[in-house]
């Protein structure tokens, strides 16, 4: 045997080893041969149903088959009938038993009063109109301290501490010349008003009138009721006029100071009742109104500034107390309102999920509006009578995206 014929004859042994390596029958067609074409398989028609055009897979995998099969974990693939390819995108039919399964339940698109209150955070602040100062408009030196301690309360009228001033020493001084001198109204009258002027307390002018003495020893009086919040008054210290002594404040009214978001101010008034909470008081609550509204806004948080007075009888709110506030506002008439869960909110866009009936459901993209007692308005997208689902939404869209998914991949491009 020539040298030609030993390589041919070792070729061919390959060729069949790999052959039988691979499980190739002898009927295998040799390379050069054509492959036969492949049988068409029929697609079953399922009674109610209709034609099943392919199966896909059922973790929604982008993977279809003319047959039925199983995925790697043995899950069926799902039949896609033509009648579900030719509705509209989006459009899920599912079955009464799977419908049961999910709990879906729906309710009609409704027109009702919708309330919407605004939530807001801030702080308890003392009544800027309920504050005093104590700056006496004379020099002098304190004597006795009556009033000694930041936090003390007072009321009006009640002595605050003992003085000596030589101003008012030498104009009740001049008073009593001219009442000896007997020069007439006028002058004694000048001095008077000059005490006046410097705010000397009248039970102090009505006594120089009477007794006819110069008091060394004038007691200075609270101006209102409140509480000491500062106090720079220490026995024994000279003052000048205009210093502030003491500073109080009436608590028996403060201010909650409270951020609203930029988008909830045209809701705001004037009035409004507003329920005031606080982490100190747990299960507690403290009603009051909207005092005012403030005229700029925040440029970094974009929130207004709102003032809520509250009564403060029993002295609980304190000074710089963090407080949630809830403030109730007038509610809106014939607004055509949805479940607030039947709103699926990816962000972008907003949608509801309508019930065409017959198991069928679509999903409608929505233009929301002010959302409370659980409901939210639509401004656009559904009409009144329409049935949107309000449970078990997320999972049928997530079946609507699927479904839209595949008819995109099973769909085949146009050339243009």
């Given amino acids: 045997m020539s040298k030609t014929s030993r390589s041919l004859v070792l070729t061919a042994a390959i060729v069949a080893a790999l052959a039988v390596g691979y499980g190739v029958g002898q009927n295998m067609p040799m390379p050069d041969a054509p492959a036969p074409a492949e049988k068409s398989v029929p697609t079953p028609v ?19 088959s003319p047959v039925p099969k199983q995925d790697a974990m043995g899950m069926d693939y799902v039949p896609v009938y033509a009648s579900e390819a030719q509705a509209e995108r989006g459009t899920v039919t599912l079955p009464a038993e799977r419908i049961q399964k999910l709990g879906v339940r729906t309710e009609s698109v409704e027109r009702r009063s919708l309330s919407h209150p605004v939530r807001a955070l801030g702080t308890v602040q003392i009544d800027e109109t309920r504050q005093t100062i104590v700056a006496p408009r004379f020099e002098g030196w304190i004597g006795k301290l009556r009033v000694n301690a930041t936090g003390q309360q007072v009321k009006k009228d009640e002595a605050l501490f003992d ?33 006046r002027t410097l705010a000397v307390p009248e039970e102090e002018i009505a006594r120089l009138q009477k007794e006819k003495t110069v008091n060394h020893a004038i007691t200075l009086r609270s101006p209102s009721d409140g509480t000491v919040l500062d106090k720079q008054a220490v026995e024994g210290m000279k003052f000048s006029s205009g210093d502030t002594l003491y500073r109080l404040a009436d608590l028996s009214n403060v201010w909650a100071l409270v951020d609203v978001y930029e988008q909830d101010l045209a809701q705001m008034v004037v009035g409004q009742s507003a ?15 909207v005092g005012f509204i403030y005229p700029a806004i925040n440029k970094e948080t974009r929130t207004a500034k709102l003032r809520i007075d509250l009564p403060n009888p029993t002295g609980e709110l304190r000074t710089d107390m ?41 999903p409608q993209p929505v233009t929301t509006g002010v959302e409370g007692d659980g409901r939210v308005e639509i401004i656009e997208g559904v009409k009144e009578g329409d049935r949107v689902v309000t449970s078990a939404s997320f999972l049928i869209d997530a079946e609507s995206s699927i479904r839209a998914a595949l008819q995109d991949f099973s769909t085949p491009e146009k050339n243009p």
């Fill in 275 to 289: 329920v005031v909470t606080l982490n100190a008081y747990a299960g507690k609550s403290f009603e009051g109104k």
């Fill in 163 to 195: 003085f000596y001033s030589p101003e008012l020493i030498q104009i009740e001084t001049d008073y009593l010349s001219f009442v000896v001198a007997d020069l007439g109204k006028g002058y004694k009258n000048g001095s008077i008003e000059k005490l």
């Fill in 322 to 362: 963090y407080a949630n506030v809830e403030i109730g506002t007038l509610p809106r008439e014939n607004v055509l309102t949805v479940a607030a869960e039947s709103v699926l909110n990816s962000g972008a866009s907003k949608t509801v999920l309508l019930d065409l009936g017959e198991g069928r459901f679509k």
């Fill in 46 to 64: 399922v009674e109610g149903k209709g034609r099943i055009l392919y199966y896909r897979n059922p973790m929604g995998l982008p993977d279809t």
